[in-house]
């Protein structure tokens, strides 16, 4: 088979495909043959997105949040695309809060969208990976997960921990249904190798879009706590963590690999 065309006739579904990691993730999934399901809430930005990659590409605007949302964004994948092979669950919020200040509205947003929201679209994408004979989820989480004390992360640390512990279970329970359940541990993510300004504006990785206050309390926090070396490294380009997605997504049905963790080798911690 032609190198690059790996999954020609396939159907790939990412959430979080209006920017960042998820944007880059399309184009290499696209690059490799697939068609590809864009899902995420900013209709403008996933049009956008969707359309600069042609007509292999369908945007659906989908809360992930909202399990009406999902069931609506999956149904219209399989009657629009006809199957479903590879799920990405790329889809994350990091709201900067400690226990004590947290607001209703950044609780609701971390438990929906890093925690409720890969429930929801792998219970949707399951009968559709099963009418494919089978397939790969990758759930994307965070080295946050492995530092729980830093502070102003707790939120994004303990529901992106939740993932992990869900995307196990299922890993076990999807095994002999053919389906593959990996969690894709991330570093800091920096820019994009094709797109400097586009895919990643800021090039500020995990805290970006944030309040100019926020980020800097964040940051001071950071380095008093002595995490900064972790959370403030140059991150890791997202085309090889889509690269990491796509060596996922083509692995033979008799290879298991439940856990992969991708950052810069050089500031590698843990
Ligand atoms: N950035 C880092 O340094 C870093 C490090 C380790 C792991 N990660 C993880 O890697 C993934 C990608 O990170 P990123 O930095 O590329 O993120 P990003 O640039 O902030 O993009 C996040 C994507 O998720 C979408 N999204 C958020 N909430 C959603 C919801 N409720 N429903 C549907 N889509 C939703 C956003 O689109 P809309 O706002 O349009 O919905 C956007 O497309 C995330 O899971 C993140 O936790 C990031």
Redo the contacts with the bound molecule.
Sequence with gaps: MEMGQQLRGKVVAI?????????VAARTFSEAGARVAM????RK??EEEAASLGPSALPIV????DPDSVRDAFARIGRELGRLDVLVN?????PLASAEDATDEQIA?AV???FL?PIYTMREAIPLLLGAGGGHIIN?????TLYPEAPFLSL?AST?SGMETFSRAAYMELRPKNIHVTVLL????GGSRDRPDGA?PDGK??V??REEADLLRFAAALQASGHAAIFGAP?VE?EEVAEAMLFLATRPSGVGIDRLHVRTHNEART
């Design positions: 959430a979080g495909a209006s920017r960042g990691l998820g944007v899902l995420a809430r900013s930005r996933l989908t809360d992930i949040g790329n889809a994350g919020v990091v947003s929906g969208t890093n929201g994307v989480s965070t080295e946050a994004y992106k991330c570093g800091v993510l990643r990785g995990v970006v879009a991150g997202l």
